[in-house]
């Protein structure tokens, strides 16, 4: 076996990324930046790409349309995120944007649609939801979800997909929940201002329908505005800067990434661990693109760590 063969072998094992990892925590700034750059350009391409297919294309070209139906699939647990989308397409936002004079209808028709008032008693808020519901769904000839779709066990109970419902009542209610006021987010307190809403009264001392619970305000937290904001703020106003040919716009999105504090789930930990420290979005945002397009396709002959691993190697 030849020394190339041996390294891409040592690269490729499932198990082990010490020796990017060593490799990315020890290179210097300018190194490390020009890696991040191209892994990020490739990383907004993608998004920029599923954006418009998954979602612009589907919204019927319309940007408000398109957040809408963005933030019902980013606002749930991941386990939700199918049926939250499932959701978006059924309470129509053209449906949505006709009742935002009214929270309470706003919430018969997002969370009566969802199914999910089936799976629980009932008291005097929820039979009056249930009422509203119906009254709309045949107006608007809305087909209630089947509620199996929605996973409501081992779920935080402040992410739980009632809760979430009812803070995108919240939002959608605003009058500056749009694209014109999205694409003027520059800054972390931008976003989380952006985001920044609570459920109904009724669900302070609420978690679920009917039974009680000790009183606290479900506000959306500045954790989940930041993970609102990296996967729809910044996509949106990339895509939207594309759409109208503004660069500035795609530069400001970029810029907005470095504003916001890093993510941390599986994946940034795993490189944390090889002593790769992320500052920003803008950091970990490179390293979810490493980690999904080169190190789980185990494509490290092509992976611009790699590359550079095997040149310094001189089998290159």
Same mark, same amino acid.
């Given at each position: 076996?030849?020394?190339?063969?041996?390294?891409?072998?040592?690269?490729?094992?499932?198990?082990?990324?010490?020796?990017?990892?060593?490799?990315?925590?020890?290179?210097?700034?300018?190194?490390?930046?020009?890696?991040?750059?191209?892994?990020?350009?490739?990383?907004?391409?993608?998004?920029?790409?599923?954006?418009?297919?998954?979602?612009?294309?589907?919204?019927?070209?319309?940007?408000?349309?398109?957040?809408?139906?963005?933030?019902?699939?980013?606002?749930?647990?991941?386990?939700?995120?199918?049926?939250?989308?499932?959701?978006?397409? !059924?309470?129509?936002?053209?449906?949505?944007?006709?009742?935002?004079?009214?929270?309470?209808?706003?919430?018969?028709?997002?969370?009566?649609?969802?199914?999910?008032?089936?799976?629980?008693?009932?008291?005097?808020?929820?039979?009056?939801?249930?009422?509203?519901?119906?009254?709309?769904?045949?107006?608007?000839?809305?087909?209630?979800?089947?509620?199996?779709?929605?996973?409501?066990?081992?779920?935080?109970?402040?992410?739980?997909?009632?809760?979430?419902?009812?803070?995108?009542?919240?939002?959608?209610?605003?009058?500056?929940?749009?694209?014109?006021?999205? @694409?003027?987010?520059?800054?972390?307190?931008?976003?989380?201002?952006?985001?920044?809403?609570?459920?109904?009264?009724?669900? !302070?001392?609420?978690?679920?329908?009917?039974?009680?619970?000790?009183?606290?305000?479900?506000?959306?937290?500045?954790?989940?505005?930041?993970?609102?904001?990296?996967?729809?703020?910044?996509?949106?106003?990339?895509?939207?800067?594309?759409?109208?040919?503004?660069?500035?716009?795609?530069?400001?999105?970029?810029?907005?990434?470095?504003?916001?504090?890093?993510?941390?789930?599986?994946? @940034?930990?795993?490189?944390?661990?090889?002593?790769?420290?992320?500052?920003?979005?803008?950091? !970990?945002?490179?390293? @979810?693109?490493? !980690?999904?397009?080169?190190?789980?396709?185990?494509?490290?002959?092509?992976?611009?760590?790699?590359?550079?691993?095997?040149?310094?190697?001189?089998?290159?």
């Amino acid at each position: 076996m030849d020394e190339k063969q041996r390294i891409l072998n040592r690269l490729q094992a499932s198990s082990d990324r010490s020796l990017c990892g060593d490799y990315l925590a020890q290179c210097d700034y300018l190194h490390r930046s020009e890696i991040y750059n191209l892994l990020l350009f490739n990383r907004m391409k993608r998004k920029l790409d599923d954006l418009t297919k998954r979602y612009y294309y589907s919204c019927r070209e319309d940007w408000n349309e398109t957040l809408y139906t963005m933030l019902l699939r980013y606002m749930g647990a991941p386990a939700n995120s199918m049926a939250f989308e499932k959701l978006a397409s !059924t309470a129509e936002y053209k449906y949505i944007r006709r009742h935002v004079n009214s929270i309470s209808q706003l919430e018969a028709l997002i969370i009566g649609t969802s199914g999910l008032l089936d799976e629980y008693c009932n008291d005097e808020y929820t039979l009056d939801l249930k009422r509203e519901y119906e009254y709309l769904s045949r107006k608007y000839g809305i087909s209630k979800m089947d509620s199996s779709i929605w996973q409501i066990t081992n779920i935080n109970p402040y992410n739980h997909p009632i809760i979430r419902m009812s803070q995108i009542a919240a939002l959608v209610a605003r009058s500056d929940m749009d694209i014109e006021t999205l @694409i003027k987010c520059r800054t972390a307190a931008d976003a989380e201002k952006f985001f920044t809403a609570q459920a109904s009264s009724y669900w !302070t001392d609420h978690f679920i329908p009917k039974q009680t619970a000790p009183k606290v305000v479900k506000r959306i937290g500045s954790a989940k505005a930041t993970i609102l904001a990296i996967n729809i703020t910044v996509p949106l106003q990339y895509a939207y800067g594309n759409y109208t040919r503004n660069d500035n716009l795609r530069n400001e999105a970029i810029n907005l990434l470095e504003e916001l504090p890093p993510e941390s789930n599986f994946k @940034i930990k795993a490189w944390q661990s090889c002593g790769v420290i992320a500052h920003s979005a803008y950091d !970990t945002q490179s390293l @979810i693109q490493l !980690t999904d397009e080169y190190c789980e396709q185990r494509k490290c002959s092509e992976c611009p760590i790699g590359m550079r691993i095997l040149y310094k190697a001189g089998v290159l």
